[in-house]
């Protein structure tokens, strides 16, 4: 089993540019999460989902959208990103118990 | 949403234990504490989880008063690979949805030889 696994690990987008990131899990998990990471602070809950085709927002959501598809899949997307959208972005899923993160996106906006 | 505080930093040596508290005073009746490991560079990792009373696993004990409005995270000999973030997370229960889970800021555990 992968786990979690994100696309892509890193990206630089220009300011006003849009991008979608992938986060895929193998664990038949119904709950999925996005967080961001600023250099030096704690985690931030951007969106989450209970199960596919449901989303909800989280501590931080404006600038982001979200869609959950499919159970396995869950993107994230900025559709016009700014500076301060510059974090490393992560995604996880969760059982009964706890969560499972993946590795992380670093994603640069200039 | 129950928020947490916990230390911000900590500094330790190796071999020695280690007690890491959080308090969280509006901890709802069917929150669950659960605490996570993070590596400069990774994902968070799953240490332990509690709801009342004491908990132990292979890495870490949870020791949780009857009140639950603390807890705290117990490292035995601690290691130079225990140099880390720790995150304490309150929530799964009803009074958050069961899924909205929110971290705080965690605390810097930085281990010296």
């Known amino acids: 089993n992968a786990g979690v696994t994100q696309t892509p690990k890193f990206r630089v987008l220009k300011t006003g540019q849009s991008m979608t990131l992938l986060c895929a899990q193998d664990?038949?998990?119904?709950?999925m999460y996005w967080y961001r990471q600023d250099p030096g602070m704690g985690l931030r809950l951007i969106h989450y989902?209970?199960?596919?085709?449901?989303?909800a927002k989280g501590e931080v959501p404006d600038g982001y959208n979200v869609s959950r598809l499919k159970k396995q899949n869950f993107l994230l997307g900025l559709e016009s990103a700014a500076p301060s959208q510059t974090s490393v972005y992560f995604c996880?899923?969760?059982?009964?118990?706890?969560?499972?993160f993946g590795s992380g996106t670093q994603l640069s906006v200039l | 949403l129950a928020k947490t505080t916990q230390p911000i930093s900590m500094d330790s040596y190796e071999g020695q234990e280690v007690n890491i508290t959080c308090s969280h005073n509006?901890?709802?009746?069917?929150?669950?504490i659960t605490w996570y490991q993070q590596f400069p560079s990774q994902g968070p990792r799953f240490i332990i989880q509690?709801?009342?009373t004491k908990v132990t696993n292979e890495v870490a004990s949870l020791f949780i008063p009857a009140d639950r409005k603390s807890s705290t995270l117990s490292l035995p000999r601690v290691s130079l690979s225990d140099t880390a973030v720790y995150y304490c997370l309150v929530g799964g229960g009803p009074s958050t949805g069961f899924q909205k889970l929110v971290f705080g800021t965690g605390t810097r555990l930085l281990v010296s030889p």
């Open positions: 509690g709801y009342k």
């Open positions: 509006n901890i709802a009746t069917n929150d669950y």
């Open positions: 989902s209970v199960g596919e085709g449901t989303t």
């Open positions: 664990m038949n998990h119904e709950y």
């Open positions: 996880a899923s969760r059982d009964n118990e706890k969560l499972f």
